[in-house]
Structures are given as C-alpha cells and as structure tokens.
C-alpha cells in the first residue's frame, strides 16, 4: 500500500527509476480554454509559470480562470523519479509535488499577479501538506523559467510574509528554484482539468484573504 503521509524528500538515489517516456496518451485539446493541453512549445510572446500549492486538481481550475492565462495542465515537478505514475508521486518515493503549468500572455496578466493568486489561494507555510492532504506532494512551490521570475517570485514572496505573521501564520515554506532542476511532467489524463469532469470533485483551496501590492 502507497503510503501518503511521507514527509521526508528522497534523494536521487533513493527516488523510484520511472521511466524514460510517457506512458499514457493525453488529449489533445483543454477542456475549460480554446488551447491544447499539451504546451510544451508555446506561441511567440507567451511564457509559463509552474506551482505547486496542494492537490491540483483545485490549483488548476484556480489558474485557468485567470484572464490572460491561455492554457494549463496538471502535472509532477521537483523531483527525481523520471515520467512517474500518480501512485508512485503519492508513495512519497519520487521527490515530486502535484504542480500546476500556466502558460500565459504577459500582455494580460502579469507573472507578479500569477504569483500573488499562488500566495492568496493557499496557506504557503505548511511544509510538506496543505490542510488535510499530507505529504511531499502536497508542498508549496515556485519553479522560475527565467532570471525575471525569479525576481519576481521573491519580491512577492517577501511582501506576505509580513502580511501572514500579522495574521498568525508562520514563515513561508515555498519552495523556489528554477524550472530547469525541477523537471514537469504531465499527469494522466483523468486528471487533467478534473472539476469539469467531476463538477462535485474534492477542492482544498480557500482563499487566505491576504492581498499585497505585487
């Protein structure tokens, strides 16, 4: 039995092998935006964004009502296991969490406003869970494509801790690196856009109620 209380991230050596390609098929167009699904080359001006912020099914419906955001999926990155399977990301021995990617048009919305919606939608200073859901899945992270977002994602990131002391949290525990150490892969098919498909699906996202400047 898959174990998903696991609080400690395996190292390289002690991550499952995975395998070298997808194994499933995935569908070929989104189902909430007029995009495809698959994004790994996107059009001329737009960029991506990758968070992790719980279980992504909720993450996901959260980012693809943003205005300006052209398409999302839902998938595993910061970890060491290649092309895994959800069972093996949820027995804790892949070094994963369940990310959401965001492409974009920073004509419409900016990677700052991406950023303070990731901060907002969830409580970024849990560790290793997001409320009930247990486990390295569940941590909170930020994954940079470019030297601008990562300065971006710190400027913000250190714009709530004040905001989220004053409120009783504790100190943010958002992991941030680039997205080249933090390789995505996309998750099965099912669980793309899983609340259009499961309109009752399960949610853990709740809004903070923490707005900053970004």
């Known amino acids: 039995m898959f174990q998903r209380t696991k609080s400690t991230l395996p190292t390289p050596s002690e991550a499952l092998p995975g395998r070298a390609e997808r194994w499933f098929p995935l569908a070929e167009k989104h189902k909430a935006l007029d ?27 959260v980012f693809w009502q943003v205005p300006g955001v052209w398409s999302t999926s839902v ?19 892949t070094g994963h969490t369940e990310a959401v990617r965001v492409v974009y048009d920073p004509k419409k919305v900016s990677y700052a406003d991406l950023v303070a919606t990731f901060y907002e939608v969830h409580d970024p200073t849990q560790g290793m869970r997001q409320g009930n859901d247990m486990g390295t899945q569940y941590r909170s992270a930020i994954y940079y494509s470019t030297p601008e977002q990562e300065m971006v994602a710190q400027r913000v990131t250190e714009r709530y801790q004040p905001e989220l002391t004053k409120r009783g949290y504790g100190q943010i525990t958002t992991e941030i690196k680039p997205a080249s150490e ?23 996202h709740s809004a903070t109620g923490i707005k900053v400047p970004s």
């Open 35 to 61: 995009a495809p699904l698959v994004t790994d080359e996107v059009p001329q001006g737009y960029e991506v964004a990758v968070f992790g912020l719980g279980c992504f099914w909720g993450a996901e419906e």
């Open 182 to 204: 933090a390789s995505y892969y996309y998750a099965e098919d099912h669980h793309q856009q899983y609340l259009l498909k499961n309109p009752f699906g399960y949610r853990c």
């Open 75 to 93: 998938g595993y990155a910061g970890g060491s296991t290649p092309n895994p399977s959800y069972e093996e990301v949820c027995s804790g021995r």
